[in-house]
């Protein structure tokens, strides 16, 4: 059974730093490509960064620069380095796994599993 655990949300303030972790069990974690998403209140769910099998990212335009994702096979778990962060990073943040092409699309439905999330604040 595929479980994925997210941790490291907080509260913080604008420009401030904080690293989401994400660990994984029940599946061969090194084979799977890996995801980050957040929700802000009362709006959809978007992609913001993906990682490939051998540790290649992708990133949201919104967060290019600031965001750091990067993972560790061998603890089979999951990172995202937050710098910079703003107001607009306020959301619940979910960590997914997917093991289709579609991946680097950063799209929802392109993850067959996903975590319970982990909220972060970003006051002004």
């Known amino acids: 059974q595929v479980q994925l655990v997210e941790s490291g949300g907080g509260s913080v303030q604008a420009g401030g730093s904080l690293r989401l972790s994400c660990a994984a069990s029940g599946y061969t974690y090194s084979r799977y490509h890996m995801g980050w998403f957040r929700q802000p209140p009362g709006k959809e769910r978007e992609g913001v960064a993906a990682i490939d099998t051998d540790g290649t990212g992708t990133y949201a335009d919104s967060v290019k620069g600031r965001f750091t994702i990067s993972r560790d096979n061998a603890k089979n778990t999951l990172y995202l380095q937050m710098n910079s962060l703003k107001p607009e990073d306020t959301a619940m943040y979910y960590c997914?796994?997917?093991?289709?092409?579609?991946?680097?699309?950063?799209?929802?439905?392109?993850?067959?599993?996903w975590g319970q999330g982990t909220q972060v604040t970003v006051s002004s």
């Open positions: 997914a796994a997917s093991g289709s092409r579609a991946w680097t699309l950063l799209l929802p439905w392109a993850y067959g599993n």
